[in-house]
């Protein structure tokens, strides 16, 4: 199977923890036996401008930037959703991205949830996916999450730059949530060949 991670951290690459959060997420994955193939889109990259009608009018310069990413949308069996806290919200960029991608590349997909805060946060980003990111993308959050707070004091390549008690615990609990993604990859699987999902007339949800 296929695992995208998304790093929703409109930051520069040199500054954002999400990037080392989501790069760390991906190794982990490589060790998950149900997961064959990894592939990272990172918000650091600013792949869209903001959306403009030309999205839904297929305008060429559109097609030309949401055609590769949706590509690997749609041949991904499940994501990694890692949502940096920016003054309580969910960055405008990765709202602005689930605008461009629809429910046949990740509709009825599992999707875990990763919030980042340099200090005690994470936890507003996360309610907030949940409540205002799937209605017509049908994208399906799995109930175990992480929130990767003092972000700055884990996960970092050298021992000494970690909250040893801290690392160890986010490193087996990432593990965890990785296996249950999984779990939902392959249950989910079934549900989207049931051929029962996509109906013209409820075409988004309510
Ligand atoms: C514009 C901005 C607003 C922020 N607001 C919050 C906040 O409300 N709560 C919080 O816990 N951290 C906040 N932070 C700190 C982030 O948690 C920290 O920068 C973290 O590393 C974000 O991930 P990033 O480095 O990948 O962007 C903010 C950071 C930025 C750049």
Known sequence: MKITVINGSMRHVEHSQSLKVSRYLLQALKSQSYCRYTHLISMTEKPYPLWNEGVWDGEPEWKALLEPIGDELATSDGFVVVVPEYHGMAPAALKNFLLMHNK????HKPALLVGVSSSDGGAYPVAEMRMSSTKNNRLCYIPEQLILR??????NEK????NAEADAYFRERIDFALTILGEYAKALKQVRASNTLHNEKFSNGM
């Open 104 to 107: 046949y590349q990740i509709g």
């Open 159 to 162: 021992n000494e730059d970690n």
């Open 150 to 155: 003092h972000v700055e004091t884990v996960l």
